[in-house]
T-cell receptor
Framework: AQSVTQLGSHVSVSEGALVLLRCNYS??????LFWYVQYPNQGLQLLLK??????LVKGINGFEAEFKKSETSFHLTKPSAHMSDAAEYFC??????????????FGQGTILTVHP | DAGITQSPRYKITETGRQVTLMCHQT?????MFWYRQDLGHGLRLIYY???????DKGEVPDGYVVSRSKTENFPLTLESATRSQTSVYFC???????????FGPGTRLTVT
């Protein structure tokens, strides 16, 4: 069984400030972890993913995340927020480590607001 | 154009009616998925398919039916729509061995 908890349904930052979106997961198999971004009235776009190997993964638009097994966390960060980062962000865990289908279990989502 | 498309993008229907949401992908991905998105729940898996004629239930399958006669199509049918099925529905696909899922633009369904 898998689950994902995103701490904070809304996060607000100023333009240029650090972005930190928190994600904790639970998985009975080695986790594959993902962050997706959703802009208004659009589908989900992959930001970055962790499968195996390096625990610090870099994604698009300057985002990165670090897989910490001991803390069961996969927090998303960006050093300097831009107005265009305003969107909803979803953390997800895949069962790919245990089966071949890669079904995703999503967190509840975090809406990021960026103030000028 | 290549990619994953959904139709219709918006649909309003009445309680009790049958509704079919279409999903089409041009990548020949083996795996396809249907999710629903609701406030406070993120996205939840309804059904998934590993290949043509192979489908299985996800987390919230009640009230939905799927079929997959061709690799590129994965329609989702609400046999008798209820207000609780008002939601945004997303289709996704992925290739064997690559667990990154590609999402369609979504269908916003309102059941009155």
């Amino acid at each position: 069984a898998q689950s994902v908890t995103q701490l904070g349904s809304h996060v607000s930052v100023s333009e240029g400030a650090l972005v930190l979106l928190r994600c904790n997961y639970s998985s009975s198999v080695p986790p594959y972890l993902f962050w997706y971004v959703q802009y208004p009235n659009q589908g989900l776009q992959l930001l970055l993913k962790y499968t195996t190997g390096a625990t610090l993964v870099k994604g698009i638009n300057g985002f990165e995340a670090e897989f910490k097994k001991s803390e069961t966390s996969f927090h998303l960060t960006k050093p300097s927020a831009h107005m265009s980062d305003a969107a909803e962000y979803f953390c997800a865990v895949s069962d790919a480590g245990g089966t071949s289908y890669g079904k995703l279990t999503f967190g509840q989502g975090t809406i990021l607001t960026v103030h000028p | 154009d290549a990619g994953i498309t959904q139709s219709p993008r918006y649909k309003i229907t009445e309680t009790g009616r049958q509704v079919t949401l279409m999903c089409h992908q041009t990548w020949s991905h083996s795996y396809m998925f249907w999710y629903r998105q609701d406030l406070g729940h993120g996205l939840r898996l309804i059904y998934y398919s590993a290949a043509a004629d192979i489908t299985d239930k996800g987390e919230v399958p009640d009230g939905y039916v799927v079929s997959r006669s061709k690799t590129e199509n994965f329609p989702l049918t609400l046999e008798s729509a209820t207000r609780s099925q008002t939601s945004v529905y997303f289709c996704a696909s992925s290739a064997v061995g690559n667990y990154e899922q590609y999402f369609g633009p979504g269908t916003r369904l309102t059941v009155t």
